[in-house]
């Protein structure tokens, strides 16, 4: 990655701050756009997105929109259509965003420019799931009337937040189980000392658990599974949207549900910057820049 890069930022949370100051610290000069809730000294606070288009890269937050066709800004005060910001650049330089999803994905194209997923990335899948696993280990302890150890941990899904997730709880003392649809996790779990049950087979076996926490985009806990909790089971839900839990159904049980999302940039957003910062060096020395 060479040095001295015209940076631009455009929207994001607390990790989008560090990210700039880290840039800015390594000799770039560093642009922000809908970031002026972050008040970083390091950074250029721009007004608008009319000088990006001179950019060498472009940094759209994590994710890229709010799913409404706005830019993802929490910390700025109004809000932008990501099609404003999109126009502003010319087709050949780097942009990247996290999880753009379809829609920003299908306006890139429609102006020739390229977005590349950095969250798509082993690198910060693997870096992301640190954080987040002890943000929820936080929100248990928070939340829960007992202590994690001894308590009966239900893990659904054994991806890279799940196995980073069951290890600290586990690790606390908790007796931690493993729900997944494939066999190979299951093997794993078992080899890490957990319990193991096929996902498709919850219900009816779910009364016994203090919390049971999701990593799973998609339904998990429907009427049925949530109907066989016990009254006072946490359920913590870290998947991305749509989520794995039926809120309404929750609703009516009286279930605790915590939806989670974006717990890095919330609990860890300088480790959580940092390591989109690593991931987007490798992208350009990749690209040869």
Not at 21 to 34: M, N
Not at 84 to 99: H, I, M, S, T
Not at 124 to 134: F, G, M, R
Not at 168 to 181: M, T
Request: aromatic letters at 4%; a negative charge.
């Amino acid at each position: 990655m060479k040095r001295e890069m015209n940076i631009w930022l455009a929207g994001g949370d607390l990790r989008q701050a560090r990210l700039a100051r880290l840039l800015a610290e390594d000799g770039h000069t560093v642009h922000g756009f809908a970031l002026e809730g972050a008040e970083e000294p390091l950074l250029l606070q721009e007004t608008d997105m009319k000088r990006a288009g001179l950019a060498d890269c472009v940094i759209l937050p994590l994710p890229v929109s709010d799913g409404a066709g706005m830019l993802n800004a929490p910390l700025s005060s109004g809000e932008h259509p990501l099609t404003e910001v999109l126009d502003c650049l010319k087709p050949g330089q780097f942009l990247c965003g996290g999880r753009p999803g379809e829609d920003a994905l299908r306006l890139a194209r429609e102006r020739g420019l390229t977005l590349r997923d950095y969250f798509a990335r082993e690198e910060l899948a693997i870096a992301n799931a640190v954080p987040t696993a002890e943000g929820a280990v936080q929100l248990a302890m928070e939340h829960l009337p007992i202590t994690i150890h001894g308590a009966r941990v239900l893990i659904c899904g054994f991806g890279r937040v799940g196995r980073a997730t069951a290890q600290r709880f586990g690790a606390l003392g908790a007796k931690v189980s493993v729900a997944a649809r494939s066999y190979g996790q299951l093997a794993w779990a078992q080899a890490m000392g957990f319990g193991a049950e096929e996902l498709s087979r919850m219900s009816g076996w779910l009364c016994g658990y203090d919390l049971i926490v999701n990593t799973i985009p998609a339904r998990v806990l429907g009427r049925a599974e949530l109907e066989d909790l016990k009254e006072d089971c946490l359920i913590l839900d870290l998947a991305s949207k749509p989520g794995g839990v039926d809120l309404a159904a929750a609703g009516d049980l009286g279930r605790t549900v915590i939806w989670a999302l974006s717990l890095p940039g919330k609990v860890a957003p300088v480790t959580a910057g940092a390591a989109i910062r690593s991931t987007i060096c490798n992208m350009l020395r990749e690209l040869g820049d």
